[in-house]
């Protein structure tokens, strides 16, 4: 079974960074999409950020420029490097891998980021 396990969430002020980290257990984690998502209080899940098995990145568009996703294969771990964060970034932040059918089937628990103004 995999499990997943996101840490580094925190309070920051507006224009802060954080670095979260997603650890990986379980499977075969160089065949994974791992995604970033997020969940602001009475808002839907949003797609934040996600990295192919090849490497292959893309952001939401109210991230880009601010966000890096990227993945280690020998730690087994895939970190979102948040930049200039804004009020508007808090949420908890949930870290999910995909298989081959590209169905995110796996979810971490979440981690907390809030950005005061």
């Known amino acids: 079974q995999v499990q997943l396990v996101e840490s580094g969430g925190g309070l920051v002020q507006a224009g802060g960074s954080l670095r979260l980290t997603c650890g990986v257990s379980g499977g075969t984690f160089n065949s994974y999409t791992m995604g970033w998502f997020r969940q602001a209080p009475g808002k839907e899940r949003e797609f934040v950020a996600v990295?192919?098995?090849?490497?292959?990145?893309y952001y939401a568009d109210s991230v880009k420029g601010r966000v890096t996703i990227s993945r280690d294969g020998a730690k087994n771990t895939v970190l979102l490097q948040m930049n200039s964060l804004k009020p508007e970034d808090t949420a908890v932040y949930y870290c999910?891998?995909?298989?081959?059918?590209?169905?995110?089937?796996?979810w971490g628990q979440g981690t907390q980021v809030t950005v005061s103004s």
């Open positions: 999910a891998a995909a298989k081959e059918n590209g169905r995110y089937d796996f």
């Open positions: 990295t192919g098995w090849t490497g292959g990145r």
